[in-house]
């Protein structure tokens, strides 16, 4: 229309014809309208521009987010296998600990039933699950708990009514430096838990039998240290019995010989006073001077008094080596206990008499079945252990009674030791238990010794209080069991 108006004014101005009245002023109007409808114009343009470019970044903007969205939508996907392909029931929970999320498993696991699934109440839920354990009260309190301290770890081992053990990990679930949720995972180790119980039932019996195999083996190296002491005592005494038998006999004439020479000698004094003019009497006085005959004289009556006691003392040790280990008798024997403390007293004595005097209290006991070797061995641990309780720097007794009850004999050791504590007294016949110091024993005396007395189907009872010393008994049958081909023995 501008272009009109441009042109229809050009053939005005060519014709020489007068312009209409207000024309300028209309062509004016005209100009400044269309050049504000350009200036709009140029600013709807711009406009459109910058709608077109907001348009452009949303389109890219959507596209992003629908491509977030499909990306999360496979996460979600892979997470929701990866829940229902585990065997372990998984329960997410919200920050105010409701539920969010599980897996089929945890709905087999717990049987949670149709009408529950159908509705899905959190709190049913959670009962229904409390209700199948057999303590739902520690675990409301553990959930409570965890509720408070978001940011902490639980394993907890969970028994069911049913019998089955099931364990929960719970995890917290963190978003940044926030928790925003816990999972829970439910893990049934039933059938593990079973078979740790059969294999700690196992494992303690093969300690059982380990201890047994321990307690016979050491049972069997003492009795061969028994049998190999008294194979020891027999060679001994098979190979010295001939030689002090000749030094016994030599020793006797040797005396019958200096008493006779005592006597020469004493004739010759008497007849001193005659030879009072014999040119050999300085030189006899002089000899009998140098020799110190009155000291000599004594002396060798008393060296040889001493040499028949040491040839007594040592037949009679090789005797109670025999007696203590009785390697002349084997099997069960009917044998006087009293001859066997006494045989075992002199094999201790050596050990006990520099911190303890034995006293001796022998009632009347009839003779005893029993294997004798091995009871003297007893004898001996409840006499060194006696001698240990009193201390190598004290000075105490061991008192030793015997006696007799309806068809049972029994023998006592008391000492006046420091005593067995009260917790000790139900241990203290267990192999290799000990309360001394280090290389002063193994814990096998006691042990050896119960095993020794349960196979004569006897008891030891055991008296005794800290710092008052202790009392132990030995009761034994007089007879045993289908034994009646032992014969009685003197073991003197």
């Known amino acids: 229309m501008h272009r009109l108006l441009e042109q229809q004014t050009k053939r005005f101005l060519r014709n020489n014809a007068a312009l209409p009245p207000g024309w ?44 977030a969205e499909a990306q999360l ?72 708990y965890l509720q408070q ?33 816990r999972i829970l995972s439910f893990r049934d180790i039933t059938e593990r838990k079973c078979a740790e119980k059969a294999l700690l039932r196992e494992k303690e019996e093969q300690q059982a039998l380990i201890r047994k195999l321990e307690t016979a083996h050491n049972q069997l190296l003492q009795s061969e240290k028994m049998a190999s002491i008294g194979q020891l005592a027999a060679g001994v005494a098979h190979e010295i019995n001939n030689p002090i038998g000749y030094v016994n006999s030599n020793l006797g004439s040797l005396g019958q010989y200096v008493e006779k020479l005592i006597g ?64 002349d008798q084997a099997g069960w024997l009917c044998v006087d206990l009293h001859q066997g403390i006494d045989s075992t007293l002199n094999i201790v004595h050596s050990e006990i008499k520099y911190n303890a005097e034995v006293i001796k209290e022998y009632g009347v006991i009839p003779p005893v079945e029993c294997m004798a070797s091995q009871l003297n061995q007893v004898f001996m641990n409840m006499l060194v252990n006696a001698s240990h309780a009193i201390g190598e720097d004290n000075h105490g007794k061991i008192t030793i009674r015997t006696g007799a009850e309806n068809d049972m004999a029994w023998v006592e050791f008391s000492d006046t030791g420091k005593g067995i504590a009260p917790e000790n007294l139900n241990r203290i016949f267990d192999p290799f238990f000990t309360t001394k110091p280090v290389g002063k024993g193994t814990g096998l005396g006691l042990s050896l010794s119960f095993g020794i007395i349960e196979k004569h189907h006897g008891r030891i009872e055991v008296k005794s209080e800290a710092g008052n010393g202790a009392t132990f008994r030995v009761w034994l049958p007089v007879k045993q069991g289908g034994s009646a081909s032992a014969k009685t023995v003197d073991l003197a």
């Open 24 to 67: 300028g002023m209309f062509l004016a109007a005209v100009e400044n309208a269309y050049s504000g409808a350009a200036t709009g114009r140029q600013g709807l343009e711009r406009s459109l521009e910058l709608m077109s470019n907001e348009l452009s970044g949303l389109r890219a903007d959507l596209a992003e987010r629908q491509l």
């Open 73 to 144: 939508e496979r996460l979600l996907s892979l997470l929701g296998a990866i829940l229902e392909s585990t065997t372990d029931g998984m329960l997410a929970l919200n920050r105010d600990g409701r539920i969010v999320r599980f897996n089929q498993r945890f709905v087999e696991m717990w049987s949670i039933p149709d009408e529950i699934m159908a509705f899905w109440e959190h709190q049913k839920v959670m009962e229904h699950v409390l209700s199948r354990l057999k303590d739902p009260g520690s675990m409301r309190e553990k959930i409570a």
């Open 149 to 181: 301290h978001s940011e902490l770890e639980s394993n907890d081992v969970l028994e069911c009514l049913d019998g089955r053990i099931i364990e929960c990990y719970s995890l917290p679930q963190p978003l940044g430096v926030d928790s925003v949720g």
């Open 264 to 327: 020469v000698i004493e004739a010759y004094e008497r007849a001193e006073p005659d030879m009072s003019a014999s040119p050999l009497l300085d030189e006899i006085r002089s000899l009998k001077q140098e020799a110190d005959w009155g000291y000599l004289k004594g002396d060798a009556r008393e060296l040889l008094k001493e040499s028949a006691e040491g040839i007594t003392r040592v037949k009679q040790i090789v005797q109670d080596l025999k007696d203590f280990s009785h390697v």
